[in-house]
């Protein structure tokens, strides 16, 4: 647990010209959070009334939705700032809408908002009320889902057990389910996420991203009902465990464009060919302007290139038919890419030789771009002065491993799983030659 973690409340205008179209009362608030209370992501579980008239308001782009784009990008405040919303239960029949489709939350809609959808924990089953994509220029929304009831069929006794508990306000408990469930399970698996992230500083990073944040949760996420991100729960269902050890491999890198005619080109090579191969590519663009066609700016591209030169294209998702599978034909609305190759042992074509990820813009008119990637990159391991813990990847596509020591070595301590005592941390008294570690063990190491 994020242990020292404090919580900093507001008190929103809910139904008010404030929850629409009106930055008034956000600005200056996540400005004070971020400023003088040290806030380093927002959880948001509100947005707009579910009442008939809001209907056409679902999926837009605003102002605020601007905004909040900017806090993300570090253009309002000194730094870049994370964000989770609530994707909406605007699927009920309280709002009184003809659609499923294309009911998120305006603010939701922003492009670097982490919109989170809600789904029964007791079956993984999409709930009756959480909000779906598109959005109005056709995004994805929402892009994770986390639990938001545990069962909203009603196939649970006593009736009161089916949404999730937590703490409410007079220092109780209740249970309730919504959107505004699941969203703040997202924002603690991030806390847990930056302490991991200033625990270990991996690839020498304390403070990742936004970007960095979203794909390591999207590239880890469980997918559910489609094959592929979808227009109901996006990438799939948050996995706490694996996307902290996606910053203990430091299986991510953070890297940019300096204009349109740039290229990036990575090389890894993978050690089974019977497992699939992901990659996934977010940045975060730059605020886009309210109510247009559309409203990404900087428009990057992920490929995957073959030992035998087939290239893999990041998927597509048609917003006309929303409800159809996702194909693979390159992307070119959002500010997420992903790339999946299920085989690439088929025919023994890609089994051996290096494989290129490769990233390149369409158009970057507000170049210099910022972006994060994530796949099991080649193993590296940089070790800062003090204690360092170690955790070696079980499966890397790469086994072998550089390693950069700035300063001396002065102990190593590995664990024995198998010891009966209460504590399995022994200190490694033969050798300090890392190069020698065992894959899929832990180590703290303590330079001077």
Same mark, same amino acid.
């Given at each position: 647990?994020?242990?020292?973690?404090?919580?900093?409340?507001?008190?929103?205008?809910?139904?008010?010209?404030?929850?629409?179209?009106?930055?008034?009362?956000?600005?200056?608030?996540?400005?004070?959070?971020?400023?003088?209370?040290?806030?380093?992501?927002?959880?948001?579980?509100?947005?707009?009334?579910?009442?008939?008239?809001?209907?056409?308001?679902?999926?837009?782009?605003?102002?605020?939705?601007?905004?909040?784009?900017?806090?993300?990008? =570090? &253009?309002?405040?000194?730094?870049?700032?994370?964000?989770?919303?609530?994707? =909406?239960?605007?699927?009920?029949?309280?709002?009184?809408?003809?659609?499923?489709?294309?009911?998120?939350?305006?603010?939701?809609?922003?492009?670097?908002?982490?919109?989170?959808?809600?789904?029964?924990?007791?079956?993984?089953?999409?709930?009756?009320?959480?909000?779906?994509?598109?959005?109005?220029?056709?995004?994805?929304?929402?892009?994770?889902?986390?639990?938001?009831?545990?069962?909203?069929?009603?196939?649970?006794?006593?009736?009161?057990?089916?949404?999730?508990?937590?703490?409410?306000?007079?220092?109780?408990?209740?249970?309730?389910?919504?959107?505004?469930? &699941?969203?703040?399970?997202?924002?603690?698996?991030?806390?847990?996420?930056?302490?991991?992230?200033?625990?270990?500083?991996?690839?020498?990073?304390?403070?990742?991203?936004?970007?960095?944040?979203?794909?390591?949760?999207?590239?880890?996420?469980?997918?559910?009902?489609?094959?592929?991100?979808?227009?109901?729960?996006?990438? =799939?269902?948050?996995?706490?465990?694996?996307?902290?050890?996606?910053?203990?491999?430091?299986?991510?890198?953070?890297?940019?464009?300096?204009?349109?005619?740039?290229?990036?080109?990575?090389?890894?090579?993978?050690?089974?060919?019977?497992?699939?191969?992901?990659?996934?590519?977010?940045?975060?663009?730059?605020?886009?302007?309210?109510?247009?066609?559309?409203?990404?700016?900087?428009?990057?591209?992920?490929?995957?290139?073959?030992?035998?030169?087939?290239?893999?294209?990041?998927?597509?998702?048609?917003?006309?038919?929303?409800?159809?599978?996702?194909?693979?034909?390159?992307?070119?609305?959002?500010?997420?890419?992903?790339?999946?190759?299920?085989?690439?042992?088929?025919?023994?074509?890609?089994?051996?030789?290096?494989?290129?990820?490769?990233?390149?813009?369409?158009?970057?008119?507000?170049?210099?771009?910022?972006?994060?990637?994530?796949?099991?990159?080649?193993?590296?391991?940089?070790?800062?002065?003090?204690?360092?813990?170690?955790?070696?990847?079980?499966?890397?596509?790469?086994?072998?491993?550089?390693?950069?020591?700035?300063?001396?070595?002065?102990?190593?301590?590995?664990?024995?799983?198998?010891?009966?005592?209460?504590?399995?941390?022994?200190?490694?008294?033969?050798?300090?030659?890392?190069?020698?570690?065992?894959?899929?063990?832990?180590?703290?190491?303590?330079?001077?």
């Amino acid at each position: 647990m994020a242990t020292k973690s404090s919580i900093v409340a507001y008190e929103s205008d809910y139904g008010s010209t404030s929850s629409y179209n009106n930055t008034n009362q956000i600005e200056p608030e996540y400005s004070e959070a971020i400023n003088i209370y040290g806030a380093d992501l927002a959880s948001n579980s509100w947005g707009i009334e579910s009442i008939p008239s809001n209907c056409p308001k679902f999926g837009d782009y605003t102002i605020v939705s601007e905004l909040l784009d900017k806090f993300v990008t =570090g &253009s309002v405040v000194s730094k870049r700032f994370p964000i989770v919303w609530a994707n =909406g239960n605007e699927r009920s029949d309280v709002t009184g809408c003809t659609h499923e489709y294309n009911t998120t939350l305006p603010k939701a809609s922003s492009k670097n908002v982490i919109g989170v959808g809600a789904i029964n924990s007791n079956d993984k089953s999409m709930t009756t009320f959480s909000s779906w994509g598109p959005v109005d220029d056709g995004r994805l929304k929402p892009d994770v889902v986390a639990p938001g009831c545990t069962d909203d069929q009603g196939t649970l006794t006593p009736i009161d057990d089916i949404g999730i508990t937590s703490t409410i306000i007079d220092n109780q408990y209740g249970s309730m389910c919504g959107t505004s469930m &699941s969203a703040p399970h997202v924002s603690g698996i991030m806390a847990l996420m930056l302490q991991q992230f200033q625990c270990l500083r991996p690839h020498n990073i304390e403070t990742p991203l936004p970007s960095t944040l979203k794909a390591i949760l999207m590239h880890t996420a469980k997918d559910l009902n489609n094959t592929g991100p979808d227009y109901t729960s996006g990438y =799939g269902l948050v996995n706490a465990t694996l996307a902290i050890d996606y910053i203990i491999y430091r299986y991510f890198r953070e890297e940019n464009l300096s204009s349109s005619s740039e290229t990036d080109t990575f090389n890894f090579t993978i050690n089974d060919s019977s497992k699939p191969i992901k990659v996934t590519l977010v940045w975060d663009d730059p605020a886009g302007a309210p109510f247009a066609s559309k409203e990404l700016v900087n428009d990057l591209d992920l490929y995957l290139k073959a030992p035998n030169g087939t290239i893999f294209r990041s998927w597509t998702l048609d917003p006309n038919n929303p409800s159809s599978p996702a194909t693979k034909n390159g992307n070119t609305r959002d500010n997420i890419e992903q790339v999946y190759v299920e085989n690439p042992g088929d025919d023994n074509l890609y089994t051996n030789g290096e494989w290129q990820i490769i990233v390149n813009a369409t158009s970057c008119p507000q170049c210099t771009q910022k972006y994060s990637l994530v796949y099991k990159r080649p193993w590296e391991i940089n070790l800062f002065e003090g204690w360092n813990f170690i955790s070696l990847p079980i499966v890397p596509y790469d086994r072998s491993f550089s390693t950069t020591v700035d300063n001396n070595v002065s102990a190593i301590f590995y664990y024995n799983g198998t010891a009966e005592e209460w504590m399995g941390w022994y200190r490694d008294e033969q050798s300090n030659d890392i190069t020698k570690w065992d894959i899929g063990k832990g180590y703290w190491v303590d330079t001077d």
